[in-house]
């Protein structure tokens, strides 16, 4: 039987624990919590003892059934995990596990997890065998389109209301980790009070309140002042900024400039254009210089400028992520 991640809570209290689990994938920050789900049950159910089995070149199966065997002997009820890693478990190992899941006085709970495994591993005997007596859990990476739904999701649960622009700004610096959104999530519940969480408070705690703020810096861009910008993005780098954060905003405020300069070349007013994305009182006499001052096509080449910016700090372009962002904020404020 297979169940999901997000259905293996529901699974463990509806149906208790069963022979076997077998949690495998490439995503570590599921996989060990799918395990810990499972040897919480078991603690629940009474299950003190562990034993763990790594499984190692050569490792030997045989030994292992002989060393399961012996210790049931003197033991009450275990729980016994097998971690197999990238290697698969071969003749030999496929026949013990038989063996062992197979026994109709089997007391014990056996938790095996693995690395991804691609089909031909899914349709072997000895998964078959683990399907047959017990569980599988497959972990797999969160697609990107759905890992700030996810932190949202996450961050409901640990008490904490995340506005849409934070969970993008997670989500962004997290490149994709989920383990790296989990401990950003965790610092926010430790340094933030309840309440909603907007993206200056996700800056501010990632960045430790660094004296050059990040949308300070784009500001001064915007309003065309390029050697301030230039000093402060400098003193951000100097402070310990990453790139990947400012990256992040420069792209947020290309996005949104570029679809206000289609809505006025359409023939809207600015100040009905800044009322449609709600651009903030304070920052309306900056913003409506720069839609004034740059064409569509501009603005459109700026934000093509900053999505080839945020490939080559995620390393897949190649390039100093420090000197494009230089490039981009000269460009952006109107200077050459």
């Not at 089997?106 to 047959?132: E, G, H, M, Y």
């Not at 610092?187 to 703020?213: H, P, W, Y």
């Not at 954060?245 to 290309?254: C, D, H, S, T």
Request: hydrophobic content about 45%; aromatic content about 6%.
């Amino acid at each position: 039987m297979q169940v999901t991640t997000n259905s293996l809570s529901t699974h463990l209290e509806r149906k208790g624990l069963v022979s076997a689990y077998l949690v495998f994938g490439d995503e570590p920050l599921q996989a060990m919590e799918s395990a810990d789900l499972i040897r919480q049950a078991a603690r629940a159910q009474g299950i003190v003892e562990r034993l763990i089995f790594e499984v190692e070149a050569a490792f030997d199966w045989q030994l292992l059934l002989a060393e399961t065997n012996e210790m049931s002997l003197f033991a009450e009820r275990r729980l016994i995990e097998i971690r197999l890693k990238d290697r698969k478990p071969d003749k030999t190992g496929s026949g013990v596990l038989a063996e062992l899941l197979g026994r109709d006085d089997n007391q014990d709970v056996f938790l095996l997890s693995a690395d991804r495994l691609d089909r031909n591993a899914q349709n072997s005997a000895w998964f078959k065998t683990i399907s047959k007596y017990g569980v599988t859990v497959q972990v797999q990476q969160i697609a990107s389109a759905a890992l700030d739904k996810w932190i949202i999701e996450r961050g409901i649960a640990a008490g904490l209301r995340l506005s849409s622009a934070a969970a993008e700004l997670i989500a962004v610096r997290a490149e994709g980790n989920l383990l790296a959104a989990a401990q950003e999530l965790d610092k926010l519940s430790l340094l933030v009070e309840q309440g909603e969480i907007d993206v200056d408070t996700v800056l501010n705690v990632m960045v430790d309140s660094a004296r050059f703020d990040v949308f300070g810096f784009i500001d001064v861009t915007v309003a065309g002042d390029s050697v301030k910008a230039v000093r402060m993005l400098r003193g951000l780098r100097d402070e310990g900024t990453e790139p990947v954060v400012i990256g992040w905003a420069l792209n947020r405020e290309l996005r949104n400039l570029a679809y206000m300069a289609i809505d006025v070349a359409a023939g809207q007013s600015v100040q009905s254009v800044l009322n449609q994305h709600n651009v903030w009182s304070s920052r309306s006499s900056i913003v409506r210089r720069v839609l004034e001052r740059t064409s569509v096509a501009s603005m459109i080449r700026l934000f093509s400028d900053s999505m080839r910016l945020d490939r080559i700090i995620k390393g897949a372009l190649p390039g100093n992520p420090w000197d494009e962002l230089e490039m981009l904020c000269v460009n952006l404020s109107g200077k050459s």
